[in-house]
């Protein structure tokens, strides 16, 4: 069993920064590509980066590309989400996601962290 817990959410004007944090639990952390997914109010949840288990390759949503990095720290077993820029339109709860396998931008992804909210304000 893989636990995620992401934090670094919070209120954040436009315009400005939030780095998300998903810590994982296991020894195995290393070997599994993770995600970053978000669920706006009324809207499903879209896919927004996606890293490799090594770091060499990542991912991004068209809408974050430019304007969010994904980044992972093995020894560290936490996977970062750098968010600059931010959008009114970015408002949404945030989770984490890691995977058996080859990374995916889709959200079939085993294992799954209970969220972090990020608000951004106009």
């Known amino acids: 069993q893989v636990q995620l817990v992401e934090s670094g959410g919070g209120l954040v004007q436009a315009g400005g920064s939030l780095r998300l944090s998903c810590a994982a639990s296991?020894?195995?952390?290393?070997?599994?590509?993770m995600g970053w997914f978000r669920q706006a109010p009324g809207k499903e949840r879209e896919f927004v980066a996606a890293?490799?288990?090594?770091?060499?390759?990542?991912y991004y949503a068209d809408s974050v590309k430019g304007r969010f990095t994904i980044s992972r720290d093995n020894a560290k077993n936490t996977v970062y989400l750098q968010m600059n820029s931010l959008k009114p339109e970015d408002t949404a709860i945030y989770y984490c996601?890691?995977?058996?396998?080859?990374?995916?931008?889709?959200?079939?992804?085993?294992?799954w962290g209970q969220g972090t909210q990020v608000t951004v304000s106009s």
């Open positions: 890293i490799s288990w090594s770091g060499g390759s990542t």
């Open positions: 296991g020894r195995t952390f290393s070997s599994y590509p």
């Open positions: 996601a890691a995977r058996q396998g080859r990374v995916t931008t889709t959200p079939d992804y085993d294992y």
